[in-house]
Antibody, heavy 118, light 112 residues
Framework: EVQLVESGGGLVQPGGSLRLSCAAS????????MHWVRQAPGKGLVWVSR????????NYVDSVKGRFTISRDNAKNTLYLHMNSLRAEDTAVYYC????????????WGQGTTVTVS | ETVMTQTPLSSPVTLGQPASISCRSS???????????LSWLQQRPGQPPRLLIY???NRFSGVPDRFSGSGAGTDFTLKISRVEAEDVGVYYC?????????FGQGTKLEIK
């Protein structure tokens, strides 16, 4: 069974840092692009970042550029999101999402981890 | 950034009746590879989103055939042929043709 399990969320003060992790299982992690998507309380979905299979290329939404860094460890089947200079508006559930193969998009979602900046 | 606009934002539907959600993009979603990377996702209350439809009209694994997608270019539609109680939730369109990927605001489907 394909599984994505996020961890690392919590309460952090404005200006602080946090590292999210996503443990992948049930599929060949190194063959898939991976994404982070977030959802503020009661709001819609916002795509945050993507990393390609070997980690050599990344994309970010403008609101997190220069503050967040996506990375991966294919040997550990783990995706990361390093978040610095956190702001109140970064408060959200952060989802780890698998990129598809053969077409652009996302298919499998984790349950999410909650980040509260206050 | 490609802006995705969904209508309606709320859709009360009677069980067994059809439902339709529209999604319009601010620019064409046709990729240089020739495909249109428009997906539809469902988020049930308290759950993470789930992929329903990809590349406009392809149902993802395990998705009931009462869900269908159509459209081209900048205008897309998700249809549910006969709404069931388990279909309650918020539906999002998502474009993955350009970065940043973007989502519609979401359409809340509720039962009358």
């Amino acid at each position: 069974e394909v599984q994505l399990v996020e961890s690392g969320g919590g309460l952090v003060q404005p200006g602080g840092s946090l590292r999210l992790s996503c443990a992948a299982s049930g599929f060949t992690f190194s063959s898939h692009w991976m994404h982070w998507v977030r959802q503020a309380p009661g709001k819609g979905l916002v795509w945050v970042s993507r990393i390609i299979t070997d980690g050599s290329y990344t994309n970010y939404v403008d609101s997190v550029k220069g503050r967040f860094t996506i990375s991966r460890d294919n040997a550990k089947n783990t995706l990361y999101l390093h978040m610095n200079s956190l702001r109140a508006e970064d408060t959200a559930v952060y989802y780890c999402v698998r990129g598809t193969r053969g077409w652009n998009g996302v298919d499998v979602w984790g349950q999410g981890t909650t980040v509260t900046v206050s | 950034e490609t802006v995705m606009t969904q209508t309606p934002l709320s859709s009360p539907v009677t069980l067994g009746q059809p439902a339709s959600i529209s999604c319009r993009s601010s620019q064409s979603l046709v990729h240089s590879d020739g495909d249109t990377h428009l997906s539809w996702l469902q988020q049930r209350p308290g759950q993470p989103p789930r992929l329903l439809i990809y590349k406009i009209s392809n149902r993802f694994s395990g998705v009931p055939d009462r869900f269908s997608g159509s459209g081209a270019g900048t205008d897309f539609t998700l249809k549910i042929s006969r709404v069931e109680a388990e279909d309650v939730g918020v539906y999002y369109c998502m474009q993955a043709t350009q970065f940043p990927h973007t989502f519609g605001q979401g359409t809340k489907l509720e039962i009358k």
